[in-house]
């Protein structure tokens, strides 16, 4: 049974660091792809980054790239996302996602607020 048990998130200043985990079970992460999306209020959820494939191959969205990373590690079967740099409009649900099997799954999500 596929499971993804995310870390809790948490209040950041602007200009912070934030990183958060995604536990993974019932699948291997070298298998399938991985990733981490985010809904602000009002909007839709949208991609923030992922990583495909045995190559680690990695997509981030405009609004992050340069300023956050998504990383996996096997031995724990976890993904992470770290998240430098923080702005308000960083703000949002953010939720993991696995598509294993032509099946999404996805992490109960965890709340960033960044604000001074």
């Known amino acids: 049974q596929v499971q993804l048990v995310q870390s809790a998130g948490g209040l950041v200043q602007p200009g912070g660091s934030l990183r958060l985990s995604c536990a993974a079970s019932?699948?291997?992460?070298?298998?399938?792809?991985v990733g981490w999306f985010r809904q602000a209020p009002g909007k839709e959820r949208e991609l923030v980054a992922s990583i495909i494939g045995l190559d680690g191959t990695t997509i981030y969205a405009d609004s992050v790239k340069g300023r956050f990373s998504i990383s996996r590690e096997y031995n724990k079967n976890t993904i992470y996302l770290q998240m430098n740099s923080l702005k308000p409009e960083d703000t949002a649900v953010y939720y993991c996602?696995?598509?294993?099997?032509?099946?999404?799954?996805w992490g109960q999500g965890t709340q960033v607020t960044v604000s001074s």
């Open positions: 996602k696995a598509h294993v099997d032509r099946t999404d799954y």
């Open positions: 019932g699948f291997t992460l070298d298998s399938y792809a």
